[in-house]
């Protein structure tokens, strides 16, 4: 099991952002509470390991995903991130919607020579399955194809299915990077 933990610098921020952290008066209380939630699954024979994470890599995936900010989300989050960091090699897969498709269809080569939503999606499901059958472990990252096209502009990248697939895995990167076992590094005041 995996606890998330946001560090002393950004709690203040945090309690704002993160629904049932405002309940905690101060990063001592919630670090307690954190900490003996911890013990008390160790005690049940959970092992249960405490991740920092940075709120801005919570607060990005949580729109990336669709939820909420909440502690529940929270640990989610840092189970995500503990699993890829153990993750050996991982091929990633740009995950996109259908509205998005529609939205950019016919702009962006990554789309081009696909007639409909299902048959891009079918071409990404052969994909994956390839890197599967060659050992990867496959990792489908939500992109915000928004965001993508500015990220293309500013690279002067053409928006192609390769470059989305880049986009991707410089987006996971950046999120898994936003995680740390908590005692590791224990650098932080309370």
């Not at 160790?42 to 949580?62: D, N, P």
């Not at 929270?74 to 919607?97: C, G, K, M, Y």
């Not at 999606?121 to 928004?146: D, F, K, T, Y």
Request: hydrophobic share 45%; with cysteine; proline share 2%.
């Amino acid at each position: 099991m995996t606890i998330g933990l946001i560090g002393l610098e950004e709690f203040d921020e945090a309690r704002s952002v993160v629904a049932g952290l405002e309940a905690y008066p101060s990063f001592s209380d919630w670090l307690d509470c954190r900490e003996g939630l911890q013990i008390g699954l160790s005690l049940a024979g959970v092992e249960a390991a405490l991740i920092r994470v940075r709120l801005a890599g919570f607060a990005l995936w949580c729109d990336l995903t669709g939820r909420s900010p909440s502690l529940r989300s929270l640990d989610a989050f840092a189970a995500f991130v503990e699993t890829l960091r153990r993750a050996p090699s991982a091929a990633v897969v740009a995950q996109i919607d259908a509205r998005q498709f529609a939205a950019h269809r016919g702009r962006l080569a990554a789309f081009d020579g696909q007639r409909d939503y299902d048959a891009w999606s079918e071409r990404r499901r052969r994909m994956r399955e390839r890197a599967v059958a060659a050992g990867l472990h496959v990792v489908e990252q939500p992109v915000q194809i928004g965001k993508f096209v500015e990220w293309c502009a500013c690279v002067r990248e053409s928006g192609s299915e390769a470059a989305l697939d880049t986009y991707a895995a410089l987006l996971l990167e950046y999120l898994v990077e936003s995680g740390e076992r908590w005692g590791q590094n224990r650098h932080m005041t309370v």
